[in-house]
């Protein structure tokens, strides 16, 4: 079956399906014209994964599961394992967050070195708290896409612009025929690179972010 059907069946974007693929969890087959053929094996497969990683189970963990390392009991062990820290540093945090709100006075007067030193503690003691330096790569990805089509619309639409602008300007006939057929051109391109642009959006907010290095 082609990957369309699998996004279907599995339902998760294609994205992450080659994303799978590059990372070792799938290996899929091919027909003799060399395009890839999915089988119900490798939907089962897809499933496998999808339920894991919805518990947050780490792609390496997930790896080791597949090649025999590791059994399932051993990776919900370990996962159990690692949300319980979660949990506790989350506690922590609750924690920290109520003792804030019980003695906090007005912004301007709050001691933000003293919370900040608290907090240093905290992390000393594995408490774990988001990472300020952290950047929306998902956000630039957006944005990169959004440059991206605009130039290409630009460079799809300008040629168009200047025929009619040279047209106007010198009162110079061009044959209808090319005008059509610039005309019909730049729109079905134009039309391509927006819907290039809605599935890569699409992929942005829905795919595995960052890859494995978050992992």
Same mark, same amino acid.
């Not at 979660?86 to 933000?112: F, H, N």
């Given at each position: 079956m082609k990957i369309k059907q699998v996004e279907e069946l599995v339902d998760i974007t294609r994205k992450n399906i080659r994303f799978y693929e590059e990372q070792g969890l799938l290996s899929v087959g091919r027909s003799e014209n060399g395009y890839r053929e999915y089988s119900m094996e490798d939907v089962k497969r897809l499933k496998q994964i999808r339920l894991l990683r919805g518990l947050s189970v780490p792609l390496d963990d997930i790896r080791q599961l597949f090649s025999g390392k590791y059994t399932l009991e051993d990776i919900l062990e370990r996962q159990l394992t690692h949300l319980e820290r &979660? %949990? /506790?540093? *989350? $506690? %922590?945090? &609750? @924690?920290?967050? =109520? &003792? @804030? @709100?019980?003695?906090?006075? =007005? *912004? /301007?007067? @709050? $001691?933000?070195d003293g919370c900040l030193e608290q907090m240093d503690k905290l992390k000393q003691e594995g408490v774990k708290f988001m990472d300020e330096s952290h950047k929306d790569s998902r956000k630039k990805k957006q944005q990169g896409a959004l440059l991206g089509a605009g130039i290409m619309l630009f460079l799809t639409l300008a040629p168009v612009a200047a025929v009619f602008g040279i047209s106007i300007s010198t009162g110079e006939h061009i044959p209808m025929w090319i005008l059509v057929a610039f005309t019909c051109i730049s729109v079905a391109v134009s039309v391509a690179i927006v819907a290039a642009l809605v599935g890569r959006i699409k992929e942005i907010k829905g795919g595995e972010e960052d890859e494995a290095s978050k992992y």
């Open positions: &979660q %949990k /506790e540093s *989350l $506690d %922590k945090t &609750q @924690l920290y967050c =109520r &003792q @804030l @709100l019980a003695g906090t006075p =007005r *912004l /301007e007067t @709050l $001691d933000v």
